[in-house]
Structure formats: C-alpha cells, structure tokens
C-alpha cells in the first residue's frame, strides 16, 4: 500500500527543554475528540492544530507544528538544525526517521583545538565552527512525503504566516531575546533579526522575519532543491566562508536523513516505543523503566524518598551505561539487545543499595558480553489515524 495512504496514529516531538520546562505548574489537561497537538509554543501548537482541522493527519500537523517552531520557538525550533521523528502507524508498525545534523566533509579531530593543542570550549558552541550540516528541513520533508497526506504547500503556510505577519512576543520569548542579546552582537545577521537595530524587543511588540519567510517560501516551492540548493544553499556556504566555517554545497547536496527501525521497549505491560541511536534517549529510557519495573513504585507515595531514591539510582546507571556504550551507530558497535533486556537491567538493580545513595563518580557501567550479533530486533500530535515521535535539537 502506498506510504500516502497508510494511517499514521500519532506525532511526538521532544525540543531540548531543560526539566523545570517539562513540569510547569498543574493544570486542568486539554481535552480533544479528534485530534491534539502538545508543543512548547502555544502558535506552533496552534499551526499543527489547523493542518488537522484541514484534513491532514498527524504527521502532516507535526511536520506544520515542526516549521512553525522555527519561527516562534528559535531557541530549539529551527530549520538549520536537526532531530528525530518516531512514527507509530495505526497497524502498530513503528518506524523513526534520523535527521540529525551531520559533520562538514572537512571536519577534522583537531578543529576545536588552539595552536598549543588546548581545547577551546567557545568554538564547539558559537560561530561557523560550531554548526553542523542542517538536517531538519530534510527530515520533516520526508517525513511529510512518506506519510504525510498534505502538499508542502499547505503544511508549511501556518510557518509563512507567522514570520512575514509577525506575532506578538510572549514574556518568555522576549525575555529570552533580550537575555541573548550579548550573544547576537558577535553576528550582525542574529542581531538584525532578533532586536530593533540592537534594542531587545519588549513583551506584546510583534517579531516579524521577512526573511526567514523568504526561505520558507522557497522549501514549500521547491522542496529540498529550496533549501539544500540554489539561493538559500549559496547564502549558507557564503556566510560559512565569510566566518571561516566548513560547510560547503557538496555538504548540503549530499545530506539524507536516514529511516530506522525504532527501539521497542515494556513497562509493566504497556509497549514502549522511541528513537534508536545516534539519540540515546530511547535506549536510556527503556534501561531506566527496566531497572524500576520490580520495584512496587506505587506504594512508596509520589515524590517520597523511597521514591526518588530508586529512580536516581537508577539513572545513575542508566546514565553510565550510555556514557560508555552509545554512540553514532555509523562510527561504533552498540550492545543495544543487552541494554534493553530485562534481564541486564535485573543485574543493574542488583548493585542498588536501597537504604543508601551512591556517588555518581563512584557507579560504572556495567558489563556486556564482548560481541553482539549486529541483528538487533515532544511536540506531540494526535489524531485517530497516527502517532509520531519527533525530537528537534540544536
């Protein structure tokens, strides 16, 4: 069956958000009937919310929601980054899409390091340097082609909207501009786009990005070709050029996002399904659900001591373990079947000393047999016919 006609069941998206984002204070949840988007931008949520109200299915809204986070969320939305999608069709079949950004051709061991072969932190975080091969838009593209039902067109117009109109700044985003503002004076292009001719803007006043608009407009005309060739491509490798920076247009011809098996995980009966590597959260996550899984989680009291003290144990080797074993599937081998066993994670628990905590630089990983076969085995969006997982980073 074609992939245009299979139904999707949801969408998930996870930005970066740091923890005290991901548990604001409660509320009465939001209630749909047929369809619902959870983004950290209430405009991106809303874009998503009206590809559904169109027809579109999940993944045509996620993929509306991901573009318009460009616009109204740049401190993780973005087309000049990266991410992951995880898509669960209606008939459980579940598959992630990888399109996290890639290292320039040129890119070398030493490119971060000073004369004298010292580290320099700032060059892996700001400048030229630090931007790797975007893979978003890519991503979302052929997330939208294979199973998606809407035109390119139509799924990005909400973005289009939002950066040639404009939209008023809520508090975070303009307290955020203004916080970054020193950052922006080192890149005149971020600090035309991002203030008044170097004021920060103020709460309530409208952002608009006739620019940004400008590229948008070409990806939903042309496509990849918008933005991996052509004017946009020539305006990257320029600046690139300009700064000293590595990408050049064989990098951004050459970029595919790649299609994974995605990593299939349990909890106490309910199937939990997420992104395989080079995004370590899957893995780390079903390890960190099989550890607590024998523990009664129930009756120690939400927040209790007893309660936290095993999840943090249980992070501490979960963590472990991902700090020694994961990595970019296309340069290392990973023990992932073990990792996710239950019965691995038994032994892992078994080092937990319930009455006292450990210290983080005192637990280790743990050890996996020395070969494994190779045959391995949170914007959200959703409507009845899909579910999708998708992770936008910078």
Do not use: C
Request: proline share 6%.
């Amino acid at each position: 069956m074609p992939f245009s006609n299979r139904r999707v069941v949801a969408v998930s998206t996870l930005l970066l958000l740091s923890i005290s984002q991901l548990f604001p204070a409660s509320r009465y949840p939001v209630r749909a009937r047929h369809g619902l988007v959870v983004a950290a931008d209430q405009l991106a949520a809303e874009a998503g919310v009206s590809v559904l109200k169109q027809g579109g299915n999940a993944v045509d809204a996620a993929v509306a929601t991901g573009f318009a986070l460009a616009v109204t969320y740049p401190g993780a939305g973005n087309i000049g980054g990266g991410g992951f999608m995880v898509v669960r069709m209606a008939d459980g079949e579940a598959i992630s899409i990888d399109f996290r950004e890639t290292a320039p051709a040129a890119a070398h061991r030493d490119m971060y390091l000073d004369a004298a072969g010292n580290v320099v932190p700032s060059r892996t975080t700001y400048g030229h340097l630090a931007a790797g091969v975007p893979g978003s838009v890519a991503g979302l593209l052929l997330a939208l082609e294979k199973y998606g039902t809407m035109d390119r067109a139509r799924v990005l117009q909400p973005a289009i909207d939002l950066a040639e109109k404009g939209f008023p700044l809520n508090f975070r985003l303009a307290h955020s501009l203004e916080e970054t503002a020193k950052d922006f004076s080192r890149f005149p292009g971020s600090m035309q786009s991002f203030s008044k001719n170097g004021t920060p803007y103020a709460e309530g006043e409208i952002l608009r990005q006739p620019e940004l608009a400008a590229t948008l407009h070409l990806i939903a005309e042309k496509g990849n070709d918008g933005f991996y060739r052509g004017k946009t491509a020539d305006r990257i490798v320029d600046e690139m050029k300009r700064g000293q920076g590595l990408i050049t247009h064989e990098d951004l011809e050459d970029y595919l996002p790649i299609v994974r098996e995605a990593i299939h995980g349990t909890y106490r009966g309910y199937e939990i399904i997420s992104m395989p590597p080079p995004s370590s959260g899957g893995v780390t996550l079903i390890q960190l659900l099989n550890i607590l899984e024998a523990y009664p989680m129930n009756q120690y009291g939400w927040n209790s001591s007893r309660y936290a003290h095993r999840i943090v144990e249980a992070e501490r080797r979960a963590y472990a373990d991902r700090a020694e074993y994961l990595g970019d599937p296309a340069f290392v081998h990973m023990p992932i079947t073990t990792l996710i066993s239950k019965e691995y994670a038994a032994g892992r628990r078994a080092s937990i000393d319930t009455l006292r905590a450990s210290k983080s630089d005192t637990v280790t990983h743990g050890t996996v047999p020395p070969y494994e076969s190779p045959q391995t085995t949170h914007y959200s969006v959703a409507d009845p016919s899909a579910t999708v997982s998708a992770s936008p980073r910078r």
